[in-house]
C-alpha cells in the first residue's frame, strides 16, 4: 500500500501564498503519477493538479497561472505551490496516487487525509 500524509495548509488572506507539502510511503513512489484534489463542505470532490511520472503537467482552468505542482522522486514527496489565493480556493486539499493517469476523483489509487486552507478575502 501507499502512505499520504500532507501538511502546509493553514489560513492566509486572499492574495496570499501557501505550499502544499505530500509525504508518501510504502511502494515505490515513482511508480504512480501523483495529484491534488480539493473538496469544499458540500461540494464535490474536484481536481486541482496532476504531475505524471514523465514530468507532464496538467491543472484545472480555475487555478492555472496561480498554482504549480511538482514532485521529487528522490525524497518521495509531491508539492503544490499556490499564489493569487482567492476566497474559493477554500477547501480541503487532498494528495492523490494513481498507478494510470487521472483527473478523476473515482479512478484514484490512494488517499492522502487532506489538509485545510482557509482564504479570507
Known amino acids: 500500500q501507499v502512505q499520504l500524509i500532507e501538511s502546509g495548509g493553514g489560513l492566509v488572506q486572499a492574495g496570499g501564498s501557501l505550499r502544499l507539502s505530500c509525504a508518501a510511503s510504502?511502494?515505490?513512489?515513482?511508480?504512480?503519477?501523483m495529484g491534488w484534489f480539493r473538496q469544499a463542505p458540500g461540494k464535490e470532490r474536484e481536481f486541482v493538479a496532476r504531475?505524471?511520472?514523465?514530468?507532464?503537467?496538467l491543472y484545472a482552468d480555475s487555478v492555472k497561472g496561480r498554482f504549480t505542482i511538482s514532485r521529487d522522486n528522490a525524497k518521495n514527496t509531491v508539492y503544490l505551490q499556490m499564489n493569487s489565493l482567492k476566497p474559493e480556493d477554500t477547501a480541503v486539499y487532498y494528495c492523490?496516487?494513481?498507478?494510470?493517469?487521472?483527473?478523476?476523483?473515482?479512478?484514484?489509487?490512494?488517499w492522502g487525509q487532506g489538509t485545510q486552507v482557509t482564504v479570507s478575502s
Open positions: 504531475i505524471r511520472w514523465s514530468g507532464t503537467r
Open positions: 492523490a496516487a494513481t498507478y494510470f493517469a487521472t483527473s478523476q476523483p473515482n479512478d484514484v489509487n490512494y
Open positions: 510504502g511502494r515505490t513512489f515513482s511508480n504512480y503519477n
